[in-house]
């Protein structure tokens, strides 16, 4: 699996990711996996904060996968947009992720509808709260609850960021072939969960 990380801002990131595409076969799905995030009061979120995260995690995505269209219409291509349990579901101090994430969501249906008919479909996976370092780091300096996770979690558990791989890359399947324009979760039931 092809995995597209830390690219930023400007159209010609997407670039290198379609050329590199280019050389290669087989299913592989491209896969736009992206970070960082802040977390911040909205009221005195700094621009450069707010700009970082929606040019990371929004236009990015949006960057790459203009720039896979070619070659991925050439041979009926997917790609999988990772986006978050947070795209769904409002938490304070997360305006600008949160907001870049619901982005991709609706970018993803978008995109999913118009490339239809170039043979790529275009799906998004939400997953929930997963080990990645990023998560790590946050259940380590407090900036994350492992407890409330599980507790707000039906299965009572953080995902393994393998399963999350083995859940995009089953998406290959023909099984899954009239799967697009859409965001699928893969969160325990952690979105669905209305109880207090």
């Not at 010609?12 to 799905?29: T, Y």
């Not at 990772?82 to 101090?93: D, E, L, Q, Y």
């Not at 999913?112 to 790590?136: F, H, K, L, Q």
């Not at 089953?170 to 009239?178: G, Q, S």
Request: glycine share 10%.
């Amino acid at each position: 699996m092809n995995t597209l990380s830390d690219i930023r801002l400007r159209p010609q990131v997407g670039r290198p990711v379609a050329e590199r595409h280019a050389r290669r076969h087989g299913p592989e799905p491209q896969v736009t996996k992206l970070g960082p995030t802040f977390s911040g009061a909205a009221a005195t979120l700094a621009p450069g904060r707010w700009d970082r995260v929606l040019a990371v995690d929004l236009n990015a995505v949006f960057y790459t996968s203009q720039a896979l269209h070619r070659a991925l219409s050439a041979r009926r291509g997917l790609i999988v947009n990772i986006a978050s349990v947070t795209a769904h579901r409002a938490g304070r101090n997360r305006a600008a992720y949160c907001t870049a994430k619901a982005g991709v969501v609706m970018l993803t249906e978008v995109l999913g509808v118009e490339w239809a008919a170039d043979g790529i479909r275009v799906v998004g996976v939400s997953p929930g709260y997963t080990r990645t370092p990023m998560v790590e780091r946050a259940l380590a300096t407090g900036g994350l609850d492992e407890d409330r996770i599980r507790a707000r979690t039906p299965q009572g558990r953080l995902l393994a960021a393998d399963e999350v791989a083995a859940f995009v890359h089953a998406l290959t399947e023909d099984t899954f072939a009239a799967v697009t324009a859409t965001t699928l979760p893969f969160d325990g039931g952690w979105t669905a969960n209305g109880d207090y």
